[in-house]
């Protein structure tokens, strides 16, 4: 195939980068190899992070517009109550983390109606689930990607004007030589507060396997898992107890803190205040991250709320899954754990009651869209990351070094974000990291490689640090960095440049800020302060 953009990876940076490749009027290739595109909203099965003001600001208008898409689609074809319909900022699930806690299966729906014109119209073809192989480059330039299909084992090889790496982990960097870092940096090399004396490439976040349950009459546990025992009795030396338990450190104190599992606790779901900046939400698990609040809909049509399960305790730490010689076995192995997860939530778990197990709790594979039941994919926080020309580092934007003075300003702004720098236990033994964050901007510079001139990161793998990525990983974030890689690469081949001399050419930089103005990307925060 011959294409001028190829975005392999259909997650949401990837997705963003071809509608912004496509509206400008490119032909595009968009590769995925999972069942769903959407990545962490779909396949990885996680509602979305988002900061405090995205209902009025900080989200780019395409965001925006899968948003509102995902209410309609329920007020279209749910049989919502006549409150919930009313409810102008409706949250289907009612989940604390997230005013948009919705079934990861809706947002596949408004993704593909998103994309569904250019399709039709012959200007997109998608090709799923296939995944990367091989690359063929040529000094700088990537001048070729193969793909090879999941099941059928079917090679597909494209070639392209512009390469876009919307990969959850950055899979085309090794494949074309582009220069990459993972993991920890070193303090000598980024003068991070948080960041250790040498740098710790292997030491990576956690990776989870999520799952969805309702809780409903009758006995559904599911056959003992073979390392049941193993998990059950694994005590991270920094935990202060048992993973399984809902006895597990805060994020942001690193006290144990007691959480509670009430299924179905009859809440009244319109009530819920699902703000980050005042509450984290997580005292009932249940509530959390749930997705459906049965409450919401008229009577009957769910026999019971249903929960995500993305919990402290299903976090796989044990080992990285990148740059390592097997990472299909770790990936296994964290599926295990979270089937580990279930099976005591099932058998062994402290009820409010006073008893033991949770023999109702059904885990819904359908809901997930995988055969055995868990997210088909698996959630991954922290992907390679570029050699960027510019590197976005923890004082850039962390509110104990900038204070009231807020995040770093970036003349070269092409988007912006907001979430706390919330780092998850890594595969090195480190506990939470959890920082307090200012609004930020995202640099042009961090898309940009050092030495690469056609590939562009549209994902995870832009150039943050270990510890900034913790604050740049989520949802609206990696979306508009792929939207805003998308826009670059048909900026670029309109005007016959590169993405490094936009960056650093004032009058094309301007032509190409003013571009995405026009697109409804927001470039800069209104007076706001960080949390």
């Excluded at 190829?6 to 509206?23: C, D, E, K, N, T």
């Excluded at 299909?328 to 192995?333: F, K, N, P, S, V």
Aim: proline share 8%; charged share 25%; with cysteine.
């Amino acid at each position: 195939m011959r294409t001028d953009v190829l975005v392999v990876g259909g997650g949401l940076g990837g997705v963003a980068a071809a509608l912004a490749a496509l509206r400008a009027g490119r032909r595009v290739v968009l590769t995925e190899e999972y069942d769903w595109i959407g990545g962490q909203l779909t396949s990885q099965a996680v509602p979305p992070d988002e900061h405090t003001w995205v209902e009025r600001f900080g989200v780019t208008a395409s965001y925006r517009a899968l948003r509102d898409g995902i209410r309609d689609y329920y007020r279209r074809h749910y049989p919502l109550t006549a409150a919930a319909r009313a409810w102008a900022d409706l949250n289907p699930g009612a989940g604390h983390v997230s005013r948009l806690c919705h079934e990861p299966r809706v947002a596949v729906a408004v993704l593909e109606g998103m994309l569904m014109p250019y399709r039709s119209g012959g200007r997109l073809v998608v090709l799923q689930p296939f995944r990367p192989e091989a690359a063929a480059t040529d000094g700088d330039r990537v001048t070729g990607v193969t793909l090879r299909h999941r099941d059928t084992g079917e090679t597909v090889d494209v070639t392209a004007d512009y390469v876009l790496d919307a990969t959850e982990t950055g899979e085309l960097l090794p494949l074309t030589g582009t220069e990459y870092v993972t993991g920890f940096e070193s303090q000598a090399d980024t003068g991070e507060p948080s960041a250790p004396a040498t740098a710790q490439p292997g030491n990576m976040q956690a990776i989870s396997v999520c799952f969805a349950v309702d809780h409903v009459d009758g006995d559904h546990t599911i056959d003992r898992p073979a390392r049941y025992d193993f998990w059950r009795d694994y005590t991270p030396p920094f935990w202060g107890g048992p993973l399984l338990s809902f006895r597990a450190p805060s994020p942001r104190t690193l006290q144990p803190t007691e959480r509670v599992f009430d299924p179905n606790p009859g809440d009244d779901p319109l009530a819920v205040d699902a703000d980050q900046r005042r509450n984290p939400g997580d005292h009932n698990l249940w509530t959390f991250r749930r997705i459906a609040a049965r409450d919401l809909f008229l009577p009957g049509a769910y026999d019971s709320d249903i929960c995500l399960v993305n919990w402290p305790m299903l976090d796989y730490f044990e080992h990285p899954v990148i740059d390592v010689a097997d990472p299909a076995a770790h990936l296994a192995a964290a599926r295990e754990q979270a089937f580990s997860v279930l099976y005591w939530l099932q058998t062994e778990a402290p009820r409010p009651d006073g008893g033991t197990g949770f023999r109702g709790l059904r885990l819904r594979g359908d809901v997930t869209g995988s055969a055995d039941g868990l997210a088909q994919a698996p959630y991954i926080r922290e992907s390679r990351r570029i050699l960027a020309e510019y590197t976005v580092v923890e004082q850039d934007l962390a509110l104990a070094v900038r204070g009231d003075k807020g995040a770093v300003p970036y003349e070269d702004s092409v988007g912006v974000g907001m979430y706390r720098i919330d780092l998850h236990p890594s595969t090195g033994g480190d506990h939470y990291i959890d920082v307090g964050c200012s609004p930020f901007q995202i640099p042009l510079g961090a898309l940009v490689p050092r030495r690469m001139d056609n590939l562009l990161p549209a994902g995870k793998n832009i150039g943050t640090t270990h510890i900034t990525n913790g604050a740049y990983r989520l949802h609206p974030v990696e979306w508009n960095a792929g939207e805003a890689a998308g826009a670059l690469a048909a900026f670029c081949l309109d005007n016959a440049c590169t993405p490094r001399a936009v960056r650093n050419t004032p009058d094309l930089l301007s032509a190409f800020q003013a571009r995405l103005d026009r697109d409804g990307v927001e470039r800069q925060w209104p007076d706001v302060a960080g949390y």
